[in-house]
């Protein structure tokens, strides 16, 4: 499997990943920026002239569609839950930075939009994995009664994968994308002021965000999980049930899938072997030499399209499995918020309910009904999330199977194009001698 | 040793046989039908095969197979009759005695080799039991290709003894040893194992036997690779059925989802299951690879005893060159080559002239003696040459179309692997689609309702 063999990133690709400086690092230095000839080549360098907007941010001036086309373009995709878009992004463009602190990577990330909460239709800003998980834990402070999509795990094993290689990169590039269309296609998360920040500030200034954490958040942080519900409601019950269930069928999937791979490899291995030995047969067959080369040529047809179907494989199966424990995880938190909201309000209501019974007041007290509100502004959150997430996912995972039948059809489709076309090169002469002794006869 | 194919053939009545015989025996086997051979007068097949249980020489318990042989004579059936064929059973081991035979009796011919013994080459999930029913089955069609062959082939068709094999049951093996061929076949082993350097090697025998070498080494390793090709093709059939169970259970805790997975599963099981079939038929490939593995060594065989002979040529030549060297030297007193002899003659003296003629008589003697043998092997070489020529031809061009063929049915196999695999896939493909079709009926249905 060439998954093993990591190429090094900057070597292949029509899109090499320029060594540059960070534009997120240099805050205050955009004139430090212009004598280096790298930066001059980017093209969301600072250098651009006029182009920054009051907030200070860059615009695109080469963008090769106008908004407007690319929207009517997009909408055409299976957009099956029926919501109108008006916000696309794209993660692409990787590149390696390389400091003396540290080496990392960025990625482009640019936007179109119809909102009026945006100044410009068209942002391109580039930001590092630190910048999206700043995003992410932003988006879960701000809104704890969503669903945040995941990102993909921080931590790689040292060693065991290099992090610059360009399948890593690729991998995760499809990963930030993907979690960045999600959050973008959301209803309510779309709508977050540090999501307009990530996707159209020039600087991301990160801690502007802490300062703005909600009180709903603190007050979901202020609740410990030890208390016990008294009455979960039915269908987050439900919710957490499936959650269970669901996990273990996706880790069995996951490895099956990865069981698969490995098995396919080896048998590449012993393909590769294999066919050889028909060349090398055919050299001492006079006769034979056409069709063992023949059976040799075929034998390598058929392992360079089990080498294919095993890259597509892992490249589009497993992320899409990893995706979707990460999600599993991420839901199974935003369970446990609302029941700790829940069980806030109970305590809060039974708090009340005895002071009741000593006789002290008579009236429910406000914050118990503003507990109230809340368990029951998360419950519609949730609900509605949920329903969106399970869409979603029996849509990524009607794609992610078809997907694996198709490869596995069009690698059987190829193998048999191999086949049928050796069969006249082993009959040729065969069916020439039959000919000749039908006229002999 | 060309005895045998001088002696009067065994004659079961007149030719005469149809085209549908023909047909059959052409469609049961890949043999000649050329010349008047056994098979176009007798029909052959190994019908069954049965384990059974007995006592050995040393009286011991053992458990062994045993081969039904029916035989039917072509002309009575052509003839409008339908006879129940002739029976009679054999075990291994007695096709072993008799292709023992047939070498030692016609060394230059390459004598069809006998289904292995023990299965070789097998990948892991296949049994390398003798008394597995799979590996019996694939013995008993090997046996009886082995009796095909031998029955149609123009010189080992019209031997007796094979003949005796076929239709005498008992006093069978007693004939066999009558034949005096074990001794034969013990010194054939020695002189087989033994190397000798020929003075002037043919070269049409020298290539052949590197051909044999190369056929052998080429097989054996193509044989090993097959097998682990299939373990491994096995491994990646089988790891796919565990999706079946996985689509299953998780079926059960999706609404919507459920019936297209549960469906796909059933696929993943019937894709993980058509594996067993595949590497079942492939075996039969496997088989006549390995025909041709063993027809190697038979190859090289008939090659070996084309040196042994010409050895023997050129050692009774040189015998009787150096002997003619002594009687001139007797005769002249000219010694023209240093000899132990011409030594102990300048010591001891010359002998005495009664001496030396009852010498140079004895000489006369050994060289005309020498002549003879000389002219013996001579003619020995030249027809064993010949013989082993035609029979090494008749081997190509059987090799090479039973080969082609081989390798056609092979590839017949992977595309229909190839149409399996689609098959399979595309059912699943609908299954996997209707996860989201029946999501979509029912938002339809919300919106009607």
């Known amino acids: ?441 | 040793m060309a005895e045998a194919v001088n002696e009067e053939p065994a004659r079961i009545g007149g030719g005469g046989l149809t085209d549908t015989e023909v047909e059959n025996n052409k469609k049961n086997t890949m043999v000649e039908q050329q010349g008047s051979t056994l098979l176009r007068r007798l029909e052959i097949s190994v019908a069954e095969a049965e384990k059974r249980t007995g006592k050995n020489t040393v009286n011991m318990q053992e458990t062994f197979t045993m081969y039904l042989i029916e035989t039917r004579l072509i002309d009575v059936m052509t003839e409008g009759h339908n006879p129940a064929p002739e029976t009679l059973w054999r075990r291994y081991s007695e096709f072993e005695l008799l292709r023992n035979y047939l070498l030692v009796t016609y060394p230059f011919i390459v004598v069809p080799p006998l289904p292995e013994k023990r299965a070789e080459f097998v990948w892991h999930k296949l049994s390398a039991d003798n008394m597995d029913p799979d590996f019996v089955e694939r013995r008993r069609v090997g046996l009886e290709n082995f009796l095909l062959r031998v029955a149609s082939h123009s010189v080992l068709s019209n031997d007796k003894i094979l003949y005796g094999f076929l239709t005498e049951e008992h006093g069978w093996k007693q004939l066999v040893y009558d034949t005096g061929f074990q001794a034969k076949a013990d010194s054939r082993i020695k002189a087989l194992s033994a190397t000798f350097r020929v003075k002037n090697p043919d070269r049409r025998f020298t290539d052949m036997r590197h051909y044999s070498d190369e056929l052998q080494s080429i097989t054996s390793q193509l044989l090993r690779v097959r097998a682990r090709v299939a373990d491994r093709l096995y491994g990646v059939y089988k790891v796919h059925g565990n999706y079946g169970r996985v689509f299953s259970e998780w079926s059960a805790i999706e609404k919507d989802m459920g019936d297209g997975l549960q469906s796909a599963g059933h696929h993943m099981d019937a894709y993980a299951a058509s594996v067993d079939d595949i590497l079942e038929e492939e075996e039969h490939y496997a088989d006549q690879l390995k025909e041709y593995l063993f027809y190697a060594e038979a190859l090289r065989a008939v090659c070996r005893k084309h040196e042994l002979i010409q050895y023997e040529l050129e050692t009774a030549s040189a015998d009787l060159i150096s002997k003619k060297q002594q009687r001139e030297e007797l005769a002249t007193g000219i010694v023209r080559t240093f000899s132990f002899k011409g030594m102990t003659n300048k010591l001891f003296g010359q002998e005495t002239p009664e001496q030396r003629e009852a010498r140079l008589s004895l000489l006369e003697e050994q060289i005309v003696q020498g002549e003879v043998t000389v002219k013996e092997k001579t003619s020995e070489c030249r027809e064993y040459v010949n013989g082993a020529w035609v029979d090494m031809q008749r081997f190509k061009e059987q090799k090479d179309r039973d080969l082609r063929e081989a390798l056609v049915s092979y590839a017949v196999m992977q595309i229909s692997m190839c149409k399996k695999g689609i098959q399979v896939w595309t059912n699943a493909k609908e299954c996997f689609q209707k996860i989201l079709s029946s999501v979509l009926m029912n938002t339809d249905q919300i919106f009607v309702g």
Request: net charge negative; with cysteine; glycine share 4%.
């Open chain 1, 1 to 441: 499997m060439s998954a093993s063999t990591p190429k090094a990133l900057a070597s292949s690709g029509q899109k090499p990943i320029q060594e540059m400086c960070h534009p997120l690092g240099l805050e205050e230095a955009a004139g430090v920026l212009t004598p280096s000839p790298d930066v001059g080549n980017t093209r969301n360098s600072i250098g651009e002239k006029d182009l920054s907007l009051p907030n200070g941010t860059p615009v695109e001036t080469s963008s090769p569609a106008s908004s407007s086309s690319l929207l009517n373009r997009l909408q055409l995709d299976d957009d099956l839950d029926g919501e109108t878009r008006d916000l696309f992004v794209t993660v692409d463009d990787p590149r390696k930075h390389v400091s003396t602190m540290e080496t990392y990577i960025t990625y482009r990330v640019a936007t179109k939009t119809t909102r009026v909460e945006f100044d410009l239709p068209e942002y391109s800003v580039r930001r590092r994995y630190q910048d999206f998980d700043w995003l992410r834990t932003r988006l879960e402070d701000s809104q704890p009664t969503h669903l945040i999509p995941p990102l993909p795990e921080k931590f790689v094993m040292k060693g065991v994968v290099d992090r610059f290689s360009e399948e890593f990169v690729e991998t995760r590039r499809k990963a930030l994308d993907k979690f960045l269309k999600r959050v973008a296609d959301h209803p309510v998360l779309s709508f977050n002021e540090h999501l307009n920040a990530f996707l159209s500030a020039k600087d991301l200034n990160k801690r502007q965000g802490l300062a703005l954490l909600t009180k709903m958040g603190e007050s979901v942080k202020y609740v410990t999980g030890g208390y016990k519900l008294r009455a979960r409601p039915m269908e987050f019950a439900a919710m957490g049930e499936y959650l269970d269930m669901f996990t273990p069928k996706l880790g069995t999937i996951d490895r099956i899938a990865q069981r698969i791979i490995k098995e396919q490899s080896e048998y590449l291995v012993e393909l590769r072997e294999y066919g050889p030995v028909y060349s090398t047969w055919a050299v001492s067959e006079a006769e034979l030499e056409e069709p063992l080369e023949g059976v040799a040529s075929c034998i390598a047809n058929c392992s360079s399209a089990l080498d294919e179907l095993t890259e597509d494989m892992s490249e589009d199966f497993l992320p899409v499995l990893r995706e979707y424990v990460l999600y599993v995880e991420s839901m199974k938190s935003v369970l446990k918020k609302r029941d700790s909201v829940q069980a806030e309000y109970e305590a809060k209501l039974e708090a009340s309910a005895s002071r009741k019974e000593e006789g002290t007041t008579t009236a429910v007290p406000t914050d118990v009904e503003k507990c109230q509100d809340k368990v029951e502004c998360f419950n519609a959150d949730l609900k509605a999330d949920w329903d969106r997430w399970q869409n979603n996912k029996r849509q990524d995972f009607r794609q992610l199977l078809t997907g694996m039948a198709d490869h596995n059809i069009h690698y059987y489709e190829k193998c048999l194009t191999a086949w049928e076309s050796v069969i006249p090169l082993l009959q040729d002469q065969q069916s020439q001698e039959t000919r000749s002794d039908i006229e002999k006869d």
